[in-house]
């Protein structure tokens, strides 16, 4: 079953909507996510990527949270979430004050005759072949939003049998805090 056709790339490869990127550092109890998940859900913004960690300190978690939403209330919602309990602060960063990642995996099918085209498009993303069968290849690419938009167009000339994307990982640049 093909899941992306090559006339007609898929419409998710597309961001159109002003996307935000915070980061809430918070206290590692339960519940915390679900506390900051309905402060977004109250004001009608979509959590579009999202992703938790643990800190170099086991009692705090980071969250990076790629949002997408009207940016008249994206203030509002910062002071909400960092008024809840057991949130520590939360920050939206912009590309020019931060580094921004993201990770994609992809699976897709692949013969012999076209390996080394697939091999080409993983090299000049800089990725990396991290599964290889005579019929199929895993590839794994990092960068930026767009790196990654770019590479699943490419990856779109081959039959994706499935992608994982991780959200975004964002880290203020210099000696500013996260």
Not at 11 to 37: D, Q, W, Y
Not at 116 to 123: F, G, K, P, R, V
Not at 135 to 146: L, R, V
């Amino acid at each position: 079953m093909s899941l992306v056709t090559t006339d007609n790339p898929p419409e998710f490869f597309i961001s159109e909507a002003p996307v935000h990127t915070l980061s809430v550092l918070v206290n590692n109890k339960a519940g915390v996510l679900m506390r900051i998940c309905q402060v977004f859900a109250r004001r009608g913004y979509n959590i579009d990527s999202l992703v938790v960690s643990q800190g170099r300190d086991k009692q705090f978690s980071r969250m990076t949270i790629g949002i997408s939403g009207d940016p008249a209330g994206l203030e509002q919602i910062i002071l909400q979430v960092t008024k809840l309990v057991d949130v520590i602060h939360c920050v939206e960063h912009d590309s020019d004050h931060s580094v921004v990642k993201e990770l994609l995996l992809v699976k897709f099918l692949v013969d012999k005759e076209d390996r080394t085209e697939a091999l080409q498009i993983i090299d000049h993303y800089d990725g990396k072949t991290v599964d290889l069968t005579p019929t199929s290849m895993i590839a794994m690419i990092n960068g930026e939003s767009s790196k990654i938009d770019a590479s699943l167009a490419m990856f779109s000339q081959f039959e994706i049998i499935e992608t994982v994307r991780t959200g975004k990982v964002v880290m203020a640049r210099s000696e500013k805090p996260t």
